[in-house]
């Protein structure tokens, strides 16, 4: 269950959302400049909004009021960003691992994790000797091994082309069912949330228009 | 061939710049990071007081270094009770030798620490890293290049440091006579010039490779941005 009630005020940009949803995968879909990220963001700690409160699975990440706002770090989050960020010096195995060994875990689910998502092959490479989709997929593992609560990912999809999209969403599809993880997704793209989402929040111009389950959504989409 | 004398002037220089430079990288690098990452009250002052040994003559920055550490000096005197003595000793010429290196050393730390992606930081920040493993897992590293470089120039400059020694260490062979100092003893004696010329090209050979060293180092650093 997350919980966002916030607002965010930057130079000349506000951003106003609030939802509450049980759903497993939530996307947050809307166009570019709809304030998407920076939900994303103040759900990570990457920002502090400027009032509002934060839910997540019970515990409350931020509240203004309350004067609580955890550290990055300790919000066991799981980010996936659109430019993948791996770290360039490190191998993709050590990329991997990087969480698992910030959080002092032993990486136990290391070979189920490269399993699910085809990294045998690219363990022993660097960063700059993978294609786009490769390095998309070694950032969700790398998120995936820190044992996140909630794997939030900033259109992992947008800037790959046709053939790594597809391979990407498929293998979020098989992390979804096989792993049941929850997952908020931001993206712009109406058969990505369709595909992986079980709710849909719709937000434009710093605000939440809508929010609804994803056959409905589905619905409006082909109606278009 | 150099003489013993020139080769101990030799030795000792390169072993004074060595350790001025091992000395002061811990307190350049949590400087660099301070300037390069932290709002710090005072920072004009700061750049400022960085910067004196640069553009103060050195024999200025010598006598400093005396009334502050000499036996007698407002910090040397504790230091003495405490059995740590620089003045007239190889120990001093290593913190002359620091200090007037020090402005470089932080310099090249600060720009590699401003080149480096934050971004890289706020994803091992997403994934429980916490600052000091953030700092020595991700800062590190991206800033070896730029590090390294900035010893290399370091050392290079503490190499050739004279006048901040000669006034605070004087000039006693085996102990304080670096080569800088060597060459110029060597000058004011008859006969002297070929002992002149040897350790001439000695510090033309050390120096031309440092700057060499310093430059492959920036340049590999350029690369690697470009290449990002």
Redesign the interface.
Known sequence: MIEVALRHAYRDVAVEAAFRTPARVLALFGDSGAGKTTVLNAIAGLLTPSAGRIVLDGTVLFDHDAGICLPVARRQIGYVFQDGRLFPHLSVRANLLYGARARGRDGADFDRIVDLLDLGALLARMPAQLSGGERQRVAIGRALLSAPRILLLDEPLTGLHREARDQVLDHLVRLKLELGLAMLLVSHQPAEAIALADEVVLMQSGAVLDQLPIDRFAQRQLGR | MLTPDEAAALALSLRVAAISVIVSLPFALALAWLLSRKRVPGRALIEALLFLPLTLPPVVTGYALLVLFGRNGAIGQWLAAAGIVFAFRWTGAVLAAAVMGFPLLVLSIRVAFDNLDR??E?????????AW?RFF??VL??SSGGILAGCVLAFARAFGEFGATISFVSNIPGETRTLPIAIYELMSVPGGEAGVQRLTVVAFVVALAATLIAALLGGALWR?RA??
């Open positions: 971004r890289l706020r994803a091992a920040e997403t994934l429980g890293a916490g493993r897992t991700i590293p991206l690697r290449d990002d």
